[in-house]
């Protein structure tokens, strides 16, 4: 890649997808082959870095969580459609994890926290159509929002630094904190619910916690647990 100094590894700039060649005249009839899938190209232009760290489909879009905002792509033909960031809700332009939160809603989570996003608002860029969670005194402190995993009437969010979080939509909508796991401290990296959550850090600990995110046992692995 050009303008790249000596010694630095290059950036995965974009996700392709093969289309196959179309069928000759000798393999003419009837095919139960699926569609050709569009290339799609998160260029760099739309992420800023061409670091994507997270993808979802998003009715007939995809979102890619990057290291410079919301990337939203058509699923059709892969055109970019816009890019999200502080300046339209974001609590920050560094993305970390997408996960949906309804049938209407999307979780954002970043370097500086989450917000919901409306699908239909937010990709047509409609103003206030994101919202930040738990920012009433700003989001100003590094605690990345890694991965999400969801769960009955809510959602596990797990934190960098703070561990386990778990979100829910009260009577009218809002989504709170509604309980924080007991293991506060650590470098937590890997999240998965099945139903009850367990983590990975990067210390190498895998920890098992129960339904209400307190810890029941944990092991050493000797290795970073990223996924």
Same mark, same amino acid.
């Given at each position: 890649?050009?303008? %790249? #100094?000596? #010694? *630095?590894?290059?950036?995965?700039?974009?996700?392709?997808?093969?289309? =196959?060649?179309?069928?000759?005249?000798?393999?003419?009839?009837?095919?139960?082959?699926?569609?050709?899938?569009?290339?799609?190209? @998160?260029?760099?232009?739309?992420?800023?870095? $061409?670091?994507?760290?997270?993808?979802?489909?998003?009715?007939?879009?995809?979102?890619?969580?990057?290291? #410079?905002?919301?990337?939203?792509?058509?699923?059709?033909?892969?055109?970019?459609?816009?890019?999200?960031?502080?300046?339209?809700?974001?609590?920050?332009?560094?993305?970390?994890?997408?996960?949906?939160? /309804?049938?209407?809603?999307? @979780?954002? $989570?970043?370097?500086?926290?989450?917000?919901?996003? &409306?699908?239909?608002?937010?990709?047509?860029?409609?103003?206030?159509?994101?919202?930040?969670?738990?920012? /009433?005194?700003?989001?100003?402190?590094?605690?990345?929002?890694?991965? %999400?995993?969801?769960?009955? $009437?809510? %959602?596990?969010?797990?934190?960098?630094?703070?561990?386990?979080?778990?979100?829910?939509?009260?009577?009218? $909508?809002?989504?709170?904190?509604?309980? /924080?796991?007991?293991?506060?401290?650590?470098?937590?990296?890997?999240?998965?619910?099945? =139903?009850?959550?367990?983590?990975?850090?990067? &210390?190498?600990?895998?920890?098992?916690?129960? &339904?209400?995110?307190? *810890?029941?046992?944990?092991?050493?692995? #000797?290795? =970073? *647990? @990223?996924?």
């Amino acid at each position: 890649l050009s303008g %790249m #100094g000596a #010694g *630095v590894a290059p950036t995965v700039l974009a996700l392709l997808v093969a289309v =196959p060649p179309p069928a000759t005249a000798a393999q003419a009839g009837p095919s139960t082959s699926p569609a050709p899938v569009p290339e799609l190209v @998160l260029q760099r232009q739309h992420t800023f870095t $061409g670091e994507v760290r997270a993808i979802l489909i998003v009715e007939g879009e995809v979102w890619a969580a990057t290291a #410079g905002g919301l990337s939203i792509h058509r699923r059709s033909d892969g055109a970019h459609v816009r890019t999200l960031t502080s300046a339209d809700g974001l609590p920050g332009n560094s993305l970390r994890s997408l996960a949906r939160a /309804d049938g209407s809603h999307v @979780l954002v $989570g970043g370097d500086f926290g989450v917000a919901l996003a &409306d699908i239909g608002r937010a990709g047509a860029g409609e103003a206030e159509s994101i919202v930040k969670l738990g920012c /009433d005194h700003g989001c100003t402190r590094f605690d990345p929002v890694y991965a %999400m995993a969801k769960v009955d $009437g809510g %959602m596990w969010l797990l934190r960098h630094q703070t561990g386990l979080q778990r979100w829910a939509p009260d009577a009218k $909508g809002k989504w709170t904190r509604k309980l /924080d796991g007991n293991e506060k401290h650590g470098r937590w990296h890997a999240l998965a619910a099945a =139903p009850a959550p367990v983590v990975g850090g990067l &210390d190498g600990r895998l920890v098992f916690c129960a &339904d209400s995110g307190q *810890v029941k046992s944990q092991f050493a692995l #000797g290795s =970073p *647990v @990223l996924a």
